[in-house]
């Protein structure tokens, strides 16, 4: 008997199984994977447990391969089609990255075992939120993790926990991928942790604004300003918050294990929990380090973990040697079995802290059985500026965008064929190629604020891999173009804008617009119905549309009334319904039209 292994949407909270699936786990613990291309040459799959392994081509252009078997988790996956790496268009899940386009395979534990996997449980809520930070001079995005009994008491106050995501990840990362929402509403459901608000922050905040910055270092240490001085206060205006150092928390898996570090030792007097997975940060801190007895006074918990065969394995180990030789106390945790630098170990760590924090009993129990940094052998990985530069090249740039119009780009040295396909093209526009190999067209011409593109290389479609704003539709899912000179646009809008939120609701797969000052006004607001088109999931009105920031900007300039916009089916006479229009212009300038109209 065979099982796809393919969740829902996360927001719908429950495994679903799909017999349109192209991938399968088998009983005995493989995986087969699938994938349909009548144009491709040669294809591989590449996942995390197997590497990159050739499939074979069936008469009906299925290419198809049976790895395995693998320990029960979460991996991420890809196919590479002559030579480029594509998502799998046939997985609603997917890995958000601001880079590299990944599907995420599931293969589910019989028993149920897994720290991640979505029980019968109270689940708390996750909310997407928009904050102007006068560090960055942009709004900046976050998530919050509200726990299951948030609504229920209105007095109750809460402990935070930052948690950051790593290099190249957004903000979604710990959510979709780290599951945070679903460890802590287990542990919580068990007694094994704390109820708390989990925060998790942008953690390359200058991706965001419109011109990149021409001196990075005169910007500082944009994260941690942006962090402490915009998001937190952000925070404990907009939610119930314990505001001192015993009920906070920072931490994070790789770069945001370093940018959690780095924030939480030079503000100890705001932070007393700090969290590092598979990371390591600076040891230039004198007012930290050379103060052993005042810092390990301030700290409640200073955990640190790392596997074995990490790249940063190397660097981690010396850090906490080093720690150890300043006498700054710390737990070290390490793994050899969850194939390195990855999530698997990131789910890990997280679940071994969670049952720590804002525990000081539990956690001075953890300080004090630490043990020493495992000794050095010579052999250790080191993270170099040559490994930096081999893992993270420097991107093309795509989509550049213009005054008079939108620049795009796609390398594929190899291909024949490659053409821009946009929603805003009456018809497919054909790209050039340069002598490297890059591969450009430009639409000047009547460019909407707000389409979904890709590239079709060959025959087969390719989402932008420079891009990290993807359209969560279901099936292909095609990159998302927002001009940032758009009016209603995030990036445009200033530091007087009051910013709702978007609400995804875990038990029924659906989204909420809540406007800003809701409460402030009895809860009085219009309920507009957005139904999702056929290929849309109950993100896209908010991912692709862009509706919020357009509900923001016309409520802040008084155009319309509060309005509060749902996928729901909620009974109101005030719908709009996406496969009425073409296009995500026609669908967004019906809703500012309905909404101008709203009394």
């Not at 197997?50 to 499939?55: D, S, V, Y």
């Not at 991640?116 to 109270?122: E, L, M, Q, S």
């Not at 009016?487 to 875990?506: C, E, I, P, T």
Request: proline share 6%.
């Amino acid at each position: 008997m065979k099982k796809t292994i393919l969740l829902n949407l996360l927001l719908g909270g429950v495994l679903v199984a799909s017999a349109q699936s192209s991938t399968i786990c088998n009983e005995v613990g493989t995986v087969t994977f699938k994938y349909k291309n009548d144009n491709a040459k040669e294809v591989l799959v590449d996942v995390q447990f197997a590497g990159r392994n050739p499939m074979t081509r069936d008469a009906e252009g299925v290419w198809s391969a049976t790895l395995g078997p693998a320990a029960p988790d979460m991996y991420p996956y890809c196919f590479i089609v002559d030579g480029m790496s594509v998502m799998d268009p046939d997985n609603d899940q997917y890995f958000p990255n601001e880079g590299f386009k990944n599907s995420l395979l599931e293969i589910p534990a019989k028993d149920g075992s897994l720290i991640h996997d979505i029980k019968d449980v109270p689940h708390g809520a996750v909310e997407y939120i928009r904050y102007y930070s006068g560090s960055l001079g942009a709004t900046n995005n976050a998530i919050v993790y509200l726990p299951p009994s948030y609504f229920e008491d209105p007095e109750r106050k809460y402990p935070v926990f930052y948690l950051i995501s790593g290099t190249t990840d957004t903000e979604e990362v710990y959510y979709k991928v780290g599951r945070v929402n679903y460890i802590l509403d287990n542990l919580i459901a068990n007694g094994d942790a704390e109820e708390m608000i989990v925060v998790l922050p942008y953690g390359n905040p200058t991706e965001l604004l419109p011109s990149p910055p021409q001196n990075m270092m005169a910007m500082g240490d944009v994260f941690g300003k942006d962090l402490t001085t915009d998001l937190m206060p952000y925070i404990e205006s907009h939610y119930r918050t314990i505001n001192d150092s015993d009920h906070r928390a920072i931490g994070g898996f790789s770069r945001g294990g370093n940018q959690g570090l780095a924030c939480g030792l030079t503000n100890l007097d705001k932070f007393s929990y700090l969290c590092s997975y598979s990371s390591f940060t600076s040891t230039e801190l004198p007012e930290v380090y050379d103060n052993a007895e005042d810092t390990n006074d301030k700290i409640n918990l200073f955990w640190l973990g790392v596997g074995t065969d990490d790249f940063l394995y190397g660097n981690a180990r010396d850090y906490m040697e080093f720690l150890d030789k300043k006498g700054i106390r710390s737990v070290k945790e390490y793994t050899n079995d969850k194939f390195g630098h990855t999530w698997m170990n990131a789910k890990y760590f997280l679940d071994k802290t969670l049952r720590l924090l804002f525990r000081q009993e539990a956690a001075e129990e953890a300080m004090k059985n630490g043990q020493p940094a495992l000794a050095a052998t010579g052999n250790e990985p080191q993270f170099t500026p040559g490994v930096m530069a081999r893992l993270f090249p420097r991107p093309i740039i795509s989509p550049e965008y213009k005054k008079d119009g939108v620049v795009f780009r796609f390398k594929a040295p190899e291909s024949e064929k490659v053409m821009l396909v946009a929603e805003c093209l009456s018809e497919p526009l054909a790209m050039q190629r340069d002598d490297d190999g890059v591969w450009e067209a430009e639409i000047n011409e009547a460019v909407p604020d707000i389409f979904t593109y890709y590239f079709s290389v060959d025959g087969t479609p390719v989402a932008d891999p420079q891009n990290m704003y993807i359209s969560p539709s279901v099936g292909f899912k095609p990159s998302i173009c927002s001009r940032p000179d758009n009016h209603y646009n995030f990036a445009s809008m200033g530091a007087n804008v009051a910013h709702g939120k978007v609400r995804y609701d875990l038990n029924d797969g659906t989204s909420t617009y809540i406007p800003a000052n809701f409460d402030e006004i009895d809860g009085k607001a219009a309920t507009v119905r957005l139904i999702p088109g056929k290929d849309d999931t109950a993100e896209s009105w908010f991912k692709v549309g862009g509706v919020d920031a357009l509900a923001d900007a016309m409520i802040a300039e008084k155009i319309c009334q509060p309005v509060k916009l749902t996928t729901s089916p909620v009974e109101t006479d005030l719908v709009i319904k996406a496969d009425d229009y073409t296009t995500w212009d026609e669908r967004r300038n019906a809703l500012e039209k309905l909404l101008q109209e709203i009394k």
